[in-house]
DNA sequence: ATCGGCTCGCGCAA
DNA sequence: TGCGCGAAGCCGAT
């Protein structure tokens, strides 16, 4: 008997049929790393199971919703340090740019595949994508939660309230889940050699050039690990107060990877867990790295609106509707927003933080939004062109995080009603001078373009 | 500097 | 059926 590495419950047959012989196929959709990674563990354990070996394949969509080139080149320059460490683990390695469904039947269709492996997500279009597949070949599909501590589909059947009432259902399943992750096995000989031609693959790829000129990150998993050492380092100890001052470079930066697999959001809690500060500081950060993170894709899998306005409970609907004849002081068009050209030389600032850095404080994020609210015509359209800033210019756009972070501003999501207010009815309103008595405004707006305080590894 | 009110509804206790 | 309390606040009173 072999040893049961992984938790059967992160594990989701997506159709009925029966393995046969031939190869593991592990196609790598969301997470694109090779260690501490349940859904390549799970493709290691199959091959072995079948007495086999297990390939790695990615298969990268020409567009995808809002992202641009500044999040694919991000993405290519990953997958590039993934080749060399795959290389070394004598896991072949095949990378395509297509319609990924039919990418992926066609490539079991032509080779002896006994089974297929993908990661979870909870975006629509990627559900489709699955459907499509294990609809069309004649072999089984797994999908495994590599990116969740407490698998989606475990932890909660339903769509949750609020960060309080999926925080006891998580709690009470993290023993179980956040544990250490069994090593990857070298294989013994690399079955298939080819080279991949990473420029040639990069322009068969129909993203839009970036309006914006943005610092380049070096992505991948030992960026990332770097990256939270330095975290842990110098900015863990007093998180739990300095977090949101954006003045003060106090956040992980983790996002970027994280989003793309490059680090196991796992084996950041194991580290953090062990790290030498105050109790307070870490516990307020795993609540943001699990519960709230984890509550977003609990938002997408369970609300095919996640990205619409019209998504978001009936008592913001409401009260959105409700003042949606209400004068609004300022109005920008989506070209004013994009260029930073308002008023507000705070919002500016973040824009321009987000368009030159492709990050934007967490904090700042959320006043940023609702000043979109607060300076278009309607809500509806608010929602679409934060929606569209943040997809288009965060290094970790096209995210569940980012449909929450927006519906949260706009639509009141996993929050409670708050004073009225005109525009916003009971959605929870921010101002300037909020910010004002919470951090010194004029340092974060003096900080000239490219020069805001960012930790991540350099290009 | 600190406090209370604002406002809705889930989940649990009774 | 009642009650406590919540993902990040604001404002005015004290």
């Not at 040639?200 to 030992?222: H, M, S, T």
């Not at 609907?317 to 003042?323: R, S």
């Not at 967490?362 to 000043?371: D, F, I, L, Q, S």
């Not at 639509?411 to 929870?428: A, E, Q, S, V």
Request: aromatic share 12%; charged share 25%.
């Amino acid at each position: 008997m072999l040893k049961q590495a992984i938790d059967n419950n992160r594990v989701k047959i997506l159709n009925n049929c029966k393995e046969s012989n031939g190869t593991i196929l592990y196609w790598m959709q969301r997470d694109h790393r090779l260690h501490n990674n349940w859904a390549a563990l799970y493709a290691q354990e199959k091959a072995k199971e079948l007495d086999s070996e297990w390939h790695t394949a990615c298969f990268i969509s020409p567009t995808f919703l809002s992202a641009t080139s500044r999040q694919y080149d991000f993405m290519f320059e990953g997958l590039q340090s993934l080749e060399k460490e795959l290389q070394k683990y004598k896991i072949p390695f095949f990378v395509f740019v297509n319609n990924p469904a039919d990418a992926i039947i066609d490539h079991v269709k032509r080779n002896k595949v006994a089974a297929v492996v993908t990661d979870f997500s909870p975006l629509k279009i990627v559900r489709d994508w699955k459907e499509k597949v294990a609809q069309h070949i004649d072999v089984p599909l797994y999908e495994v939660d590599a990116h969740n501590i407490v698998p989606c589909l475990v932890v909660s059947q339903k769509q949750e309230y609020a960060a309080r009432t999926l925080r006891p259902k998580i709690h009470k399943l993290l023993p179980k889940f956040l544990v250490p992750y069994p090593e990857i096995e070298k294989q013994k000989t690399l079955s298939v050699v080819h080279d991949i031609d990473w420029q040639k693959l990069r322009k068969q790829c129909k993203v839009k050039q970036d309006k914006f000129e943005c610092k380049k990150y070096i992505a991948g998993e030992e960026a990332a690990l770097k990256q939270l050492d330095y975290f842990i380092a110098h900015a863990l100890n007093g998180y739990s107060t300095q977090r949101n001052d954006p003045t003060f470079d106090g956040q992980s930066n983790l996002s970027p990877y994280l989003h793309f697999g490059h680090i196991s959001a796992q084996r950041v809690a194991l580290k953090i867990m062990d790290a030498k500060v105050p109790a307070k500081d870490k516990e307020v950060f795993l609540e943001e790295l699990i519960v709230r993170k984890e509550l977003s894709d609990n938002y997408c899998f369970y609300n095919n609106k996640y990205d619409q306005l019209e998504g978001v409970a009936q008592w913001a609907q409401d009260t959105l509707k409700l003042h949606a004849k209400d004068k609004r002081e300022y109005l920008y068009s989506q070209e004013q927003l994009e260029k930073a050209k308002t008023h507000d030389l705070l919002w500016n600032a973040a824009q321009k933080e987000l368009t030159s850095t492709g990050k934007m404080h967490g904090y700042m994020r959320m006043y940023w939004a609702k000043k979109i609210l607060e300076w278009t015509e309607a809500p509806i359209k608010a929602f679409q062109i934060a929606l569209y800033l943040n997809d288009t210019y965060s290094l970790d756009g096209n995210d569940p995080n980012g449909y929450v972070g927006v519906a949260w501003s706009i639509g009141g999501l996993h929050d409670r009603p708050w004073f009225k207010r005109p525009i916003f009815g009971t959605i929870r309103y921010m101002s300037f001078n909020g910010c004002k008595s919470k951090f010194d405004v004029d340092t974060y707006v003096q900080r000239k373009v490219g020069l805001f305080d960012r930790q991540m590894p350099l290009l």
